[in-house]
């Protein structure tokens, strides 16, 4: 509908707008982490993991839809072609999300792995935030729309002679919805254990949904799903498995880290114990030895001599 700022094509708003969503994600999270008091140890790592997981998930996106055009165009014109030529959301979401996991299962250490759960949480309104101005680049790029309606909802892009559901304005606005909840929960019940379960599920089941009346004509995995579809499955799945985890079990992801710092002062207490029983002399016990007053023995032939 409008995809140059300006009408420079230098300018897409696909690409601001990804961008500013992007840069209001990680802004939103520095705000979250300050007003919930998160350490600063714990801020610089998560934050910089953040970034490094967005970067990972954009080139997930880039490959994910990569690898669904192969299919379609293999599966119309029996044509083998791999080319990069979008991005698809849940391809970034997924690689992205390991990422994040498996960079606090390598790096991180102690406290600042015991709070990655909270973290985690913190980071779900972040992601839909970024996600919402991510949808608008493709409502101003003319992507990603619906198919063909003739109901009061229906718009027309640029270019086509009918009008399609908007299928993108749609989802921005669950997502705003979904995003005033969560942060809601966070900020007036002082709740972050339930954000990430009911992201997962939530969105999910919008996108299971939405995509009955979207025109995605990427190539199917699986006969008679979308290749969202069978992602958002597999997504559902792992938010109830961590709703459970959580909520029946009590189970927080890396709760019980241990902390570096007690196992090294048990290995200098055992190094300690091991020179002692070698015969190896004890500096600081001779320094005490010697600093002893003398005995009474020893002050006998003073106390003559005083006489």
Known sequence: MYPYLFGVER???Y???LAVGLLSAVLLFKIICNVKKVDDKTYTFYSLLAIVSIAIGILGAAIF???????????????LKFEFTGLTFMGGLIPGVLAFVLGTVIFAKGQVKRNFFECASYAAPCIVLGHMFGRLGCFCAGCCYGKRTDGIFGVRFPGDAYNVYPT???????LAVLLAVMLVLLFKFKMYKPLLPI????YAVYRFLIEFIRDDSRGALIPGLTPSQFQVIILALAAIALAVLVFGY???PFAKAIDPAPRAKKNA????????????PDEPNQNLS???APTAEENEPTEKENE
Do not use: C, H
Request: proline letters at 2%; zero cysteines.
């Open 65 to 79: 839809q990569a690898f669904y055009d192969m299919i379609e165009l293999y599966r119309t014109q029996k044509i």
């Open 250 to 252: 009590n189970i927080i």
């Open 11 to 13: 300018l897409p708003m």
């Open 290 to 292: 010697n600093a002893v």
């Open 269 to 280: 207490v055992a190094a300690e114990a091991s020179a002692t029983e070698t015969g190896e």
């Open 199 to 202: 992201y997962g599920i939530s």
């Open 15 to 17: 690409g601001i707008l």
């Open 168 to 174: 993108q304005l749609f989802e921005v606005a669950f």
